[in-house]
Every structure is written in C-alpha cells, then in structure tokens.
C-alpha cells in the first residue's frame, strides 16, 4: 500500500482523487480494522471538505461498517447517519455499498442494530 501511495496520481476527471477510501476497503477485507479506521476516517474528511455527495456517503458507509464490526458505541449512530444519507441518493452504486454494513449490523445484539439492518438492506435493494 505504501508503494501505491507514493506512485498513484489522480486523474484528470478527479484532480483530487481519493485513494484512502479504497485502503480502508482493502483493510476491512483483510479484517485488519485498526489499519482500516484512520484511512477511512482521512476520506470522510476529504469529502467532507468539498466534494460530490455519492463519494462523501461512500466513505461513510465504509468507516460506519468498520465501527459496527468492531463492536464499537459509536457504530449504531455511523449506521444511521450513513444508511440515511445513501436513503437520499438515487445512485445504484451507493446503495449496494450498505450491503455488507447490513451484514456487520445483523451480527450484532440488540434491536437497534437488527432495525438499523433491516433498514440498510430495505435502502440497499431500493430502486430510486
């Protein structure tokens, strides 16, 4: 990963380009959450600095699924905020990206994560 950070450049279609969402995904694919969390913490700021909003939710879906997987507080409030954004956008691409969030949220205990995973999977499988 470092060796892709010093040789990647952004394309001309995204000047600013964003290359910690897809090492936070690559992370969270290997199970390694403590790698994945500051990466997708660094894209959900960069998109929260400018950007479109398919990317911004995007990056926190990515940094909710890691926060829920962890068994962290904090990743039921994520969940929300991230399955209530992807409910405001028409884009496929979005929406299918809250389904593995579902999938960490239905292996959690409790009401609020199994309301919040139906929730996810009913906006995931939405067409707009």
Do not use: Y
């Not at 409030?77 to 496929?92: D, M, P």
Request: aromatic fraction near 2%; hydrophobic fraction near 45%.
């Amino acid at each position: 990963m470092a060796k892709a950070r010093e040789l990647w450049q952004p394309t001309s279609a995204d000047p600013n380009g964003d290359l910690d969402r897809p090492a936070a995904c690559l992370a969270l694919k290997r199970g390694r959450l403590d790698a994945a969390e500051p990466f997708a913490v660094a894209s959900v700021r960069r998109w929260e600095q400018g950007g479109g909003q398919v990317s911004r939710t995007l990056s926190a879906v990515v940094l909710a699924e890691i926060h829920v997987r962890a068994g962290e507080p904090r990743g039921l409030q994520l969940a929300h905020g991230a399955v209530t954004s992807a409910a405001r956008l028409g884009s496929v691409r979005a929406r299918r990206r809250l389904e593995p969030l579902a999938a960490a949220l239905e292996a959690r205990s409790g009401a609020d994560a199994r309301q919040l995973a139906r929730m996810a999977r009913q906006v995931a499988t939405t067409r707009v």
